[in-house]
């Protein structure tokens, strides 16, 4: 069908949907029409930018779908080049170095595209810090947005091997995804303790160096940031023993010491410590950019 036709055809719907539902609906079935306008606009848009600014000899799919926005519109058609399985693997693979840090590692159980309830992952996460329900908590949050930003068809996760006193495989939702770039893209709601928000923080946010740690603040709460050689780590500030801040902390190795009362935190294994554990925060290093999550629970604790 032309694009005229179609856009008389939209224009016939939205009049007779009108006269059947009133002009309320109407006006939602138009703010409808644009958002989605808008959405395919911008992705059309980008399709010609990247195309035009490819490197001579650049494989034309591998440029549009390094591409967020235009590989999720791929994804919708059923055009992406990759099959499901293959970007879960791709998506598993970029979060293998924050499972690290909790001595975890995770592993496809399953995969059910025609699932009653949509299309389903079953995972395996093997040692992720038994007995640490928050890390554990946090690594279900790091692989949800890993998968939701490669695969964003899968609706539902389920994940077996969780921390000591959650005896039952837990179900991860994973909500509608869109590029934080895409029009009209907001953060989805979810009750707190339930969902996590991801932030992207800019360079000055960053220690320089390895071997360097770095205070900042991300929506109004305080994380530092340790820099290690290969990986990069976020924890929230203060100590959990004595409550003195971090900042003035010493990194010693791979040892993390509080200024406040001595305490020794292990940086790589999510924090771990003899008496206490600092409090890890999701992170996601790729592609030049780092992105933390602050789950429902932080943002609505007190200081």
């Given at each position: 069908m032309a694009g005229q036709e179609t856009g008389e055809r939209i224009g016939a719907l939205l009049d007779e949907l009108a006269q059947r539902a009133g002009p309320e609906a109407r006006d939602v079935a138009d703010e409808l029409v644009r958002c989605l306008m808008e959405f395919y606009g911008e992705g059309l848009a980008r399709t010609v930018r990247l195309l035009r600014s490819a490197p001579a000899g650049a494989d034309p799919l591998a440029v549009l779908t390094a591409d967020e926005l235009v590989s999720d519109l791929l994804i919708l058609h059923d055009l992406?080049?990759?099959?499901?399985?293959?970007?879960?693997?791709?998506?598993?693979?970029?979060?293998?170095?924050?499972?690290?840090?909790?001595?975890?590692?995770?592993?496809?159980?399953?995969?059910?595209?025609?699932?009653?309830?949509?299309?389903?992952?079953?995972?395996?996460?093997?040692?992720?810090?038994?007995?640490?329900?928050?890390?554990?908590?946090?690594?279900?949050?790091?692989?949800?947005?890993?998968?939701?930003?490669?695969?964003?068809?899968?609706?539902?996760?389920?994940?077996?091997?969780?921390?000591?006193?959650?005896?039952e495989p837990a179900l991860l939702q994973i909500l509608p995804h869109r590029p934080d770039d895409a029009p009209g893209a907001a953060p989805p709601s979810a009750p707190a303790g339930e969902a996590a928000r991801w932030y992207e923080l800019g360079p000055r946010s960053l220690p320089a160096d390895d071997g360097a740690t770095r205070i900042t603040e991300v929506a109004g709460r305080t994380l530092l940031l340790v820099r290690l050689p290969g990986h990069l780590y976020a924890y929230r500030d203060p100590c959990p023993l004595c409550s003195a801040g971090l900042a003035p902390a010493l990194l010693d190795g791979e040892l993390l010491r509080c200024a406040g009362c001595g305490a020794a935190f292990d940086v790589r294994r999510a924090g771990r410590g003899d008496t206490g554990h600092l409090d890890p925060v999701p992170l996601l290093e790729e592609d030049g950019a780092v992105r933390v999550a602050l789950p429902g629970e932080l943002l609505g604790a007190g200081p």
């Open positions: 992406h080049p990759e099959d499901t399985a293959t970007r879960v693997g791709r998506a598993l693979d970029k979060v293998r170095p924050y499972l690290g840090s909790h001595a975890g590692d995770v592993e496809v159980a399953g995969l059910d595209l025609e699932a009653p309830d949509g299309p389903t992952l079953r995972l395996r996460l093997r040692g992720s810090c038994d007995g640490c329900p928050s890390s554990t908590q946090t690594v279900r949050w790091t692989i949800e947005e890993a998968v939701a930003r490669i695969a964003p068809e899968i609706e539902h996760i389920e994940v077996e091997g969780v921390a000591s006193g959650s005896p």
